[in-house]
Structure formats: structure tokens, C-alpha cells
């Protein structure tokens, strides 16, 4: 959190796994940068990876703001993780000792923690869902859900997002931008959303 004049500015990291979906880390840039232009100017975003260039899942090259080794976690207000493609390795990193830490300091500090589609699977490896609600990627005969039941968790399974105290999951690349809104609320406030999604030209 750093402090500007009068404006409180928050802190959020943007956790990108090798193989991430693009998509799904955008809704948090274009959600939060509006809010930074249009909004009440309070959000920043830094993204942050375990490697100096990361491979996306549909094949280009993503750089990251920050290394993860460069940061102090205590710095940031909340955490954002979007989902990938295990033929793109995404779960190499994102099941990673290193991922699930920065999971749990956010957990631990009761901090909001936004997740899109099989993010939910980094969350529960990472132990902070364990016997919670949470949802993740649903698609008949996909086994993703299951898998997110055998971490422990209470998996929610007719709901596209599901929040459990500080923590939304949700099942797919569809819900992306409610997940960067319900982050937003967490930051700001509803009124703001409102403000940032009629500029944005939400209806």
C-alpha cells in the first residue's frame, strides 16, 4: 500500500505461471488500469513471474514487471492468478513450493485472493482451500474438478464463481472479467465497479 497526497494506492500481484492464459491476465491489467485512469485512482498492478520471460499458452512471450525473487510479498494488498493449459506446463510453476507460498502469505494476512478457471487447482495445492468452497474449470467429462475435490476442497459445482471468505474461484475463461470486478469491489468499493464498468461501456 503506498500513500499519495490524500490517496491510499493499493498493491496488486499479478501471479503469472509459465503458461498462463493470456486472456485471463488481461481482465486484471484492462479492470484495474481503468480504474487507474477512470476510476478513483487507486489500484495499482504489478505482474510478477519465477522467470525473466514467460511462455503463454497460445505460444507468444510474455516479460514480467518483477521477478518474484525482486519483491517483498508484504508490499502487495492482494493477489490475482490467472489459469493455463497444462500442455503449456502452466502446473510446472503454478504447483510450485515457490507458488504455493505466496498463496499462503496472502491467505495468512487475510488479503483478497482472485483466481480464474484452474487457478483454483493452485490454491488448492497450496493447502489455503482445504475444507472450503471453491469451484474450478467445469466441463463435462473434464476431470478438473475432481481433481480441486481430492485437495480437500468442498467443490461447488453449479456455480461459475464461488467466493469463500477472501478467495473467488471460478469455472472458466467466461467468468475472467467478473473475477477482475469482484476484485475491484474488494479494492475500491460498488460504486466505483459502477463507475468503472459504465466508462468501460458495461450496460
Not at 512471450?61 to 492482494?78: F, T, V
Amino acid at each position: 500500500m503506498l500513500i499519495k497526497g490524500e490517496i491510499i494506492i493499493t498493491k496488486t500481484l499479478l501471479l503469472l505461471a509459465n503458461g498462463f492464459e493470456s486472456y485471463e491476465a488481461s481482465v486484471f491489467t484492462d479492470v484495474l488500469g481503468w480504474n487507474l485512469y477512470e476510476g478513483d485512482k487507486t489500484t495499482e498492478l504489478v505482474s510478477v513471474g519465477m522467470h525473466p520471460q514467460l511462455k503463454c499458452t497460445w505460444g507468444y512471450s510474455n516479460i514480467p514487471n518483477k521477478q518474484l525473487d525482486e519483491i517483498d510479498l508484504n508490499d502487495y494488498d492482494a493477489l490475482a492468478i490467472p489459469g493455463g493449459f497444462e500442455e503449456a506446463d502452466f502446473y510446472q510453476d503454478a504447483f510450485s513450493s515457490d507458488f504455493s507460498q505466496v498463496i499462503r502469505n496472502f491467505d495468512d494476512r487475510n488479503k483478497p485472493i482472485a483466481s480464474i478457471c484452474v487457478a483454483a487447482l493452485a490454491l488448492g495445492k497450496s493447502g489455503v482451500l482445504n475444507n472450503r468452497q471453491a469451484t474450478t474449470y467445469s466441463f463435462p467429462n473434464n476431470p478438473r474438478q475432481d481433481q480441486l475435490a481430492a485437495m480437500g476442497v468442498k467443490v461447488i459445482r453449479d456455480k461459475s464463481l464461488v467466493v469463500d471468505k477472501n478467495i473467488v474461484t471460478s469455472s472458466s475463461p467466461a467468468t475472467a472479467l467478473d473475477v477482475a470486478f469482484w476484485l475491484l469491489e474488494q479494492l475500491t468499493d460498488s460504486q466505483n465497479v459502477k463507475n468503472v464498468k459504465a466508462r468501460m461501456g458495461f450496460k
